[in-house]
T-cell receptor
Framework: QKEVEQNSGPLSVPEGAIASLNCTYS??????FFWYRQYSGKSPELIMS????GDKEDGRFTAQLNKASQYVSLLIRDSQPSDSATYLC?????????????FGRGTQLTVWP | DGGITQSPKYLFRKEGQNVTLSCEQN?????MYWYRQDPGQGLRLIYY???????QKGDIAEGYSVSREKKESFPLTVTSAQKNPTAFYLC??????????????FGPGTRLLVL
């Protein structure tokens, strides 16, 4: 049973464009949603978290959450070559008392100059 | 300088050998986790610990063992029973405040290769 699904990519966009990364999840009671960026050979680093329906903006990054559709997305505006990485979507499981996260397989993004 | 450290960065295992991966954190976090990542795959949970002297199996615990004798440390042993151990191993920690909004932070990882 797959908990979190991401568009597999790879996604390739030109420098300056908007990159759109999508994620769906199966547990309707999920409460917390995270986007991690992972450069090749490195560990994931948190770039965005979102807990309420709507948009959350942080610099060039915007996370969008729609709990009714069980959908969360990440938009990267003015994409830069340094944004080239794999982006992992992670979702908190409602039934967990731990704060257990379920991860998608990731979407590989390439931003070309 | 707070954070999570993992060692070694690369580890080579011979057939039939047990190896131990180190994870230390000075963030004063109660919860710690071990994940495994295979190429093109998401992170899969091996073991987790909410508090000292307590730990629970994750989704793929077979062939692995852990201990949590100190709050700061959560070593992972890859036993000879794990037949396909080649992977990138990631340790993470979180406050374990009980809040659903709790964030996990990752160490730099250990890459395990089989000789």
């Amino acid at each position: 049973q797959k908990e979190v699904e991401q568009n597999s990519g790879p996604l390739s966009v030109p420098e300056g464009a908007i990159a759109s990364l999508n994620c769906t999840y199966s547990d309707r009671g999920s409460q917390s949603f995270f986007w991690y960026r992972q450069y090749s050979g490195k560990s994931p680093e948190l770039i965005m978290s979102i807990y309420s329906n709507g948009d959350k903006e942080d610099g060039r990054f915007t996370a969008q959450l729609n709990k009714a559709s069980q959908y969360v997305s990440l938009l990267i505006r003015d994409s830069q070559p340094s944004d080239s990485a794999t982006y992992l979507c992670a979702v908190n499981n409602r039934g967990s008392t731990l704060g257990r996260l379920y991860f998608g397989r990731g979407t590989q993004l390439t931003v070309w100059p | 300088d707070g954070g999570i450290t993992q060692s070694p960065k690369y580890l080579f295992r011979k057939e039939g050998q047990n190896v131990t991966l180190s994870c230390e954190q000075n963030l004063n976090h109660d919860a710690m986790y071990w994940y495994r990542q295979d190429p093109g795959q998401g992170l899969r949970l091996i073991y987790y610990s909410q508090i000292v002297n307590d730990f629970q199996k994750g989704d793929i615990a077979e062939g692995y063992s852990v201990s949590r004798e100190k709050k700061e440390s959560f070593p992972l042993t890859v036993t000879s029973a794990q037949k396909n151990p080649t992977a990138f191993y990631l340790c993470a920690s979180s406050m374990n405040s009980g809040a659903s909004q709790e964030t996990q932070y990752f160490g730099p990882g250990t890459r395990l290769l089989v000789l």
